[in-house]
């Protein structure tokens, strides 16, 4: 891509009501735009990255046998009353009427949709196990939306649902996307932790949640180095009240507790994963033929916040210049500076060579070819964060070499051109 034809307009200005540097960052690199309170458009350089999260996503979910449906995200008021979630969920859901005076809901969440397919699709045990997903926007009218697209009222997450004939069965498939979940994270290079966590308004028994460990999370995470791991919001109110009051004088050190000695960090919850047993088969009445009676299926339902990954990668990898993408879900794999190549018809004829390089090789390139200044470039080049920048100038023609900065570190080398692709 060539930045005079992409479009990419950064900002030097924070906005004003920004906490988050991922939020600051996000807005100043142009991927995202705000309609309203905590509704958020996705520009082309953001949704380049949304996107190659989606993909990791789905391609993990897809090599664990899991199925890909899209439901509605318009959702009849009449399940949620089947289910008696209508009051629980509460001011979350954001209702309205048809023009029959039919009431709908925006869906913040997919397990009553899903039991009412299932329902009318599972027939026998012969249909099971299943595991569906779906990758798609849920509206929650949040009380706070904050911190851009990190707590949104609009986001984009992936919820899946696993039917099971018995608990047993229900495990191994809480087990198996446990395993997935930890690929996936892994695969986008997070430092994560695992956590027990509480099963909320969702429902159910056995729940874990995955953090991306960083200062700003909102939730607080206790673990010591064996066996224990957990919310905070789960402790026995002693130790947590203990915890808070160490942490309101930004103290996190460890401390002695009945569970050994504990350390405590802040983390960005991506995924949560729930045990649900037959809470919504049983209301719903979702149950097979097996050995000659009625079973009621056992559910489970794994939930990942797409696009809050974004915003937790950055404030897991940023530096006072700008992002420092991981290359799995960088926009590009490298920024391509040439300087002064409106001067220099050898810089913008090298720029140009080593660009069609890369797209021959399909390594996604942004070339900056604007008529700006090397600062511009350089700072624009940082904060958007590709892994690698390429530069052209007329001093390393000469040498025969080609410069080359990784965005972690600043480090710079020089390396021959034949070497350029084995970077990548
Ligand atoms: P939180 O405690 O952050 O409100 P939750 O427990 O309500 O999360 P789930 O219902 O488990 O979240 O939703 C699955 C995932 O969707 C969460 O792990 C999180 O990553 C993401 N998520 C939830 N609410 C939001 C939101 N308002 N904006 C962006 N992502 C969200
Ligand atoms: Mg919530």
């Not at 851009?148 to 609009?154: P, S, V």
């Not at 930890?182 to 969702?202: H, L, M, P, R, T």
């Not at 160490?246 to 000695?261: M, V």
């Not at 590009?332 to 140009?352: A, G, P, T, Y």
Request: with cysteine; proline share 3%; charged share 30%.
């Amino acid at each position: 891509m060539k930045a005079s034809s992409f479009h990419y307009k950064t900002l030097k200005e924070v906005p004003k009501d920004a906490e988050l540097v991922s939020h600051k960052l996000m807005v100043r690199a142009n991927m995202i735009k705000p309609l309203a309170s905590g509704i958020y458009s996705w520009l082309p350089l953001g949704l380049k990255i949304l996107n190659k999260v989606e993909e990791i996503i789905r391609k993990n979910m897809n090599e664990y046998g899991c199925l890909e449906v899209l439901m509605p995200m318009v959702q009849p008021k009449s399940l949620w009353d089947e289910t008696g979630r209508s009051e629980k969920m509460g001011q979350e859901l954001l209702g309205f009427s048809d023009r029959n005076d039919r009431k709908f809901y925006l869906g913040p969440t997919h397990e009553e949709v899903i039991t009412d397919i299932c329902r009318q699709e599972l027939q026998s045990h012969k249909d099971l196990p299943k595991t569906f997903y779906q990758i798609q926007t849920k509206f929650r009218d949040e009380i706070r939306p904050r911190f851009g697209i990190m707590r949104g009222r609009e986001f984009l997450m992936k919820d899946a649902y696993s039917f099971d004939i018995d608990e047993n069965g229900m495990n191994k498939s809480y087990a198996t996307m446990k395993e997935c979940y930890k690929k996936i994270f892994d695969e986008i290079g997070f430092d994560y932790k695992i956590v027990k966590a509480d099963s909320g308004a969702i429902g159910g028994n056995m729940s874990e949640e995955f953090h991306v460990l960083a200062n700003s999370g909102e939730d607080t995470l206790v673990f010591n180095e064996k066996d224990f791991s957990s919310n905070l919001e789960l402790l026995e109110e002693d130790l947590k009240k203990q915890i808070e009051d160490k942490i309101n004088n930004n103290d996190f050190s460890d401390i002695e507790s009945k569970h050994g000695k504990l350390s405590i960090m802040k983390g960005i919850e991506v995924g949560h994963i729930f045990e649900l047993g037959n809470k919504y088969s049983e209301s719903m009445g979702l149950s097979v033929q097996y050995n000659n009676v009625q079973k009621i299926l056992e559910m489970g339902c794994y939930g990942i916040g797409v696009s809050r990954i974004v915003a937790a990668t950055i404030e897991q990898n940023h530096d006072d210049q700008g992002i420092i993408f991981p290359r799995s879900i960088s926009p590009f794999d490298c920024s391509l500076i040439s300087i002064n190549e409106n001067k220099s018809n050898k810089v913008k004829e090298k720029s140009l060579e080593i660009y069609n390089l890369f797209i021959t090789n399909n390594i996604e390139v942004f070339y900056d070819d604007r008529d700006v200044s090397l600062g511009v470039k350089f700072s624009d080049a940082n904060l958007m964060g590709n892994p690698y920048q390429i530069v052209i100038s007329e001093g390393n023609i000469q040498e025969n070499l080609i410069e080359v900065i990784d965005r972690r570190d600043q480090s710079k080398s020089k390396i021959k051109e034949t070497e350029l692709l084995g970077l990548f």
